[in-house]
């Protein structure tokens, strides 16, 4: 059975940093396709970095270089480093993986992902 596990979420203050984290247990990282989505409350999930099993990394237009996706391939986690975080970060974050290697545009779409962890809440507020 495939697991994905999220952590490292909770309340910030704007301009703040938090890292997530994605343990995953039935499945090996480094083989598939790793991605973070998020959804807020009324809005459409949208995705927000991905990463191939051999290292190509994809990032919503929305991160602009204050987000970074890694993978510990000995731990079998992928992280997501968030920086100058914004109220619009807000949203529950949630692990996926898919099977492919290669991320897809389905992958990045999220239809394309094979498996789904429960979501860690991320709240950007003063």
């Known amino acids: 059975e495939v697991q994905l596990v999220e952590s490292g979420g909770g309340l910030v203050q704007p301009g703040g940093s938090l890292r997530l984290s994605c343990a995953a247990s039935?499945?090996?990282?480094?083989?598939?396709?790793m991605g973070w989505f998020r959804q807020a409350p009324g809005k459409e999930r949208e995705g927000v970095a991905h990463?191939?099993?051999?290292?190509?990394?994809y990032y919503g237009e929305f991160v602009r270089g204050r987000f970074t996706i890694s993978r510990d391939n000995d731990k079998n986690t992928v992280y997501l480093q968030m920086n100058s975080l914004k109220a619009e970060d807000s949203a529950t974050y949630y692990c996926?993986?898919?099977?492919?290697?290669?991320?897809?545009?389905?992958?990045?779409?999220?239809?394309?992902?094979?498996?789904w962890g429960k979501g860690t809440l991320v709240t950007i507020s003063s």
């Open positions: 996926a993986a898919a099977r492919a290697s290669n991320c897809s545009g389905r992958a990045i779409r999220g239809d394309g992902m094979n498996y």
């Open positions: 039935g499945f090996t990282v480094s083989r598939g396709c």
């Open positions: 990463i191939s099993s051999s290292g190509f990394i």
